[in-house]
């Protein structure tokens, strides 16, 4: 079973506020990656690294931005939250070519 | 441009009716294709890893099966607590660990 640990579940919060959905995993993986995930809607990658102090941005567009200075903690931040980031984000992990997801936080921006 | 299709959307069936899901890619390079389940509110949760074309994998009730083009999910004799989404992920080569993910199939198996 995988060790990969994500808090708030679930967080309504208003506009303008900073946010940081936090993501930690106790596999010593080095590939850390945040999705963004609409209901019934594909999983779209938009932060991703291969090890501390390695991040890059993904594929869809985001406003939030990523830290990486453990290779267990990968949070993601939102300093002025808006109702268009209301959403579901995921974090994961990998060794090789298998990820392995955390319980996702659902944000409400409101 | 690279792409996963799952078909169908959504599937309901009759425990005990076997069934097949679908994925369909069209990617430049192919490093390995996933099945992951997701449950309502969950994260994905990983059921198999197919890496060429004729590979298969199983395990309980869930067969996957990879072609050049496509891959699928048979299904055999569900239960109701088979029922959650399926998603089909691709590997790309080159570059990072990307995966690329299908919109999914939600799989209802009514008693």
């Known amino acids: 079973e995988a060790d990969i640990y994500q808090t708030p579940r679930y967080l309504v919060i208003g506009t303008g506020k900073k946010i940081t959905l936090e993501c930690s995993q106790t596999?010593?993986?080095?590939?850390m990656y945040w999705y963004q995930q609409d209901p019934g809607m594909e999983l779209h990658l938009i932060h991703y690294?291969?090890?501390?102090?390695?991040?890059e941005k993904g594929d869809l567009s985001s406003e939030s931005t990523v830290s990486r200075i453990r290779t267990e903690h990968f949070p993601l931040t939102l300093e002025s939250a808006r109702p268009s980031h209301t959403s579901q984000y995921l974090c994961?992990?990998?060794?090789?070519?298998?990820?392995?997801f955390g319980q996702g936080t659902r944000l409400t921006v409101v | 441009e690279d792409q996963v299709t799952q078909s169908p959307e959504a599937l309901r069936l009759q425990e005990g009716e076997s069934s097949s899901l679908n994925c369909s890619y069209t990617v430049s390079g192919l490093r390995g294709l996933f099945w992951y389940r997701q449950d309502p509110g969950k994260g994905p949760e990983f059921l198999f890893t197919l890496y060429s074309a004729g590979e298969e994998k199983e395990k309980e009730r869930l067969k996957a099966t990879l072609t050049k083009k496509e891959s699928f999910l048979h299904i055999t004799a569900p239960k109701p607590e088979d029922s959650a989404t399926y998603l089909c992920?691709?590997?790309?080569?080159?570059?990072?660990?990307?995966?690329?993910f299908g919109a999914g199939t939600r799989l209802a198996v009514h008693p």
């Open positions: 690294s291969y090890g501390v102090n390695s991040t």
């Open positions: 992920a691709v590997h790309l080569s080159g570059g990072y660990n990307k995966l690329i």
């Open positions: 994961a992990s990998s060794v090789g070519t298998e990820a392995f």
């Open positions: 596999m010593g993986h080095d590939k």
